[in-house]
């Protein structure tokens, strides 16, 4: 009899390790200047190509960001801080169970100005 209960136990320890997998990835990274010093309160945003779906955040105070439970698939990922031109990167490809880390450098400039990177 206790077999059978540590059997059906672990079977069930199993099962619900299965189900609690990720179905989503991360992306963090750290957003710097031209002279690799953090910069704080970057404003970072991805977008999903396929959903237009618009996820934000800010860098803290060593300059990381971390967006998490992103769907798999294509995404844009943009980064403005006032002084800096904002950058711009494209074709990012996440994966399910994935955790992508992505640093930013900043270069001087006025947000209205746009570096696209690929």
Known sequence: MRF????A?????LAV??????????????VVDPNGAVIVG????ITSKATS???ET???????????NL?????????QQPGFKTTV?????????RNESFNVALELGQVADSIDQF
Do not use: M
Not at 4 to 7: A, D, F, G, M, Q
Not at 9 to 13: A, E, N
Not at 42 to 45: G, I, L, N
């Open 4 to 7: 059978k209960l540590l059997v």
């Open 42 to 45: 970057a404003q970072v945003a």
């Open 58 to 68: 800010k860098t803290n105070e060593e300059g990381l960001f971390v967006l998490t």
């Open 89 to 97: 990167y494209t074709g990012i490809v996440l994966q399910v169970g």
């Open 9 to 13: 136990w672990i079977l069930t320890v």
């Open 53 to 55: 779906i618009r996820r």
């Open 17 to 30: 390790g299965s189900a609690q997998q990720s179905t989503s990835a991360t992306l963090s990274g750290r």
């Open 71 to 79: 769907g798999p698939g294509e995404y844009e990922l943009r980064v």
